[in-house]
């Protein structure tokens, strides 16, 4: 027994609610974010991937620009040795990051080798651009490179995503930060629809026309950041941003329950049928998350209640993509429904 679980009671995986996908592939609906930005080490992460995969995680959402694959893939490695899982029960995320769009095969490939695997169960483009910045830079910083949204580079990153599905190093794809002009500008181009698309979801910012877009073209929305990253480095907080956790409804649920307001959270991105991935290194915060997934849900008045906080406050506005001529970072976000150019 490991020491992990000689302190805490470990989840029974099979209780973890699934999402199937259009491939067939169950993706549990709680699995653990790994950006730990400025604020952890990666070997602080890949302990918390080890210990959370004891205590019955059967999902990890990772990607290259978090530069922690390695550690990740050790980790994983020796977990599946002490006999805690197989590979095969593992859904493990990868993503290319926004400077390999015109390698994606040897950008999957480093991911695939760093995390010491044969294959991932779902790699997604992390950006729907190339626009590059490098990890951890100021807000303001740009890069001349960056340009608009083009349909042509789109699915050139997309058909080498879909020769990946097609060689079995990758089980399934999907998207990240995607639009519904962006959907609908490439959708009958694809070969292999999206299976999921990560978004921005958190009760402050729920995203609903999205949301439902994506559902009724059965891309599975994954919510990243569902508590609002509260503590996000400063940098990454822009005045007016709301705080999920603060907001008066959150706070009364929780109160009620006795638990932390991150809790309900995560407990109203599962009752409104996301997959969420929320992201913590200690334990007893992840476990909570973890049996949010199946563990007395949110009531119906409770989950109505919630739908109030929702004020359009988007947290990862994305303003160091941008590219040259572009107004705002709202040129990012497609809100009128057309692709700014
Ligand atoms: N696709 C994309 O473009 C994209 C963008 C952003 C994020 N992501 C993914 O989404 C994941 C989650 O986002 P995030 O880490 O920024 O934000 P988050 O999950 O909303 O917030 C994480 C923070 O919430 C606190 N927390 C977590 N569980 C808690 C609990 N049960 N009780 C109390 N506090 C709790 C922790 O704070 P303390 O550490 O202070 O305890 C933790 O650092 C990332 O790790 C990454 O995998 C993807």
């Not at 390698?103 to 790699?123: G, I, P």
């Not at 879909?162 to 930060?177: C, D, F, M, P, Q």
Request: glycine share 6%; aromatic share 10%.
């Amino acid at each position: 027994m490991s020491d992990i679980t000689k302190q805490f009671d470990a989840i029974n995986p099979a209780d973890v609610p699934a999402k199937v996908l259009r491939s067939g592939d169950k993706l549990p609906t709680v699995g653990l974010g790994t950006f730990g930005s400025d604020r952890f080490t990666h070997d602080e992460i890949a302990a918390a991937v080890k210990d959370a995969i004891r205590l019955g995680y059967r999902h990890i959402d990772c990607a290259a620009v978090y530069g922690n694959e390695k550690e990740i893939g050790q980790a994983i490695k020796e977990v599946i040795a002490e006999g805690v899982c197989t590979r095969e029960e593992l859904f493990i995320t990868g993503k290319v990051w926004n400077d390999r769009h015109r390698e994606v095969e040897k950008a999957c490939q480093e991911t695939l080798d760093d995390l010491q695997m044969d294959y991932v169960d779902m790699y997604l483009i992390h950006w729907p651009f190339p626009n590059y910045h490098a990890p951890g830079c100021d807000g303001d910083s740009r890069n001349p490179d960056s340009r608009p949204f083009s349909v042509e580079e789109f699915m050139d990153t997309w058909k080498q995503c879909e020769a990946l599905v097609e060689a079995g190093k990758v089980r399934n794809i999907g998207t990240s930060n995607m639009t519904i002009a962006k959907f609908d500008a490439v959708w009958d181009l694809m070969k292999i629809y999206p299976a999921v698309n990560e978004m921005e979801m958190h009760p402050c910012f729920q995203q609903q026309e999205l949301f439902d877009y994506c559902m009724s073209k059965q891309i599975q929305p994954i919510g990243f950041m569902p508590i609002g990253s509260p503590t996000r480095p400063d940098r990454d907080v822009a005045e007016g941003d709301a705080v999920d956790i603060e907001t008066p409804a959150i706070q009364a649920i929780a109160k009620a329950r006795g638990v932390h307001p991150a809790v309900i959270c995560i407990k109203w991105a599962i009752k409104n049928g996301q997959v969420t991935i929320p992201f913590s290194v200690h334990p007893a915060e992840y476990l909570s998350n973890l049996k949010s997934s199946f563990d007395n849900p949110l009531t119906d008045e409770e989950f109505a209640s919630i739908k109030s906080c929702d004020c359009g406050s988007r947290l990862v506005k994305g303003q160091v993509f941008l590219w040259e001529g572009a107004a705002h970072w709202k040129d990012l976000w497609d809100e009128d429904g057309v692709i700014a150019q």
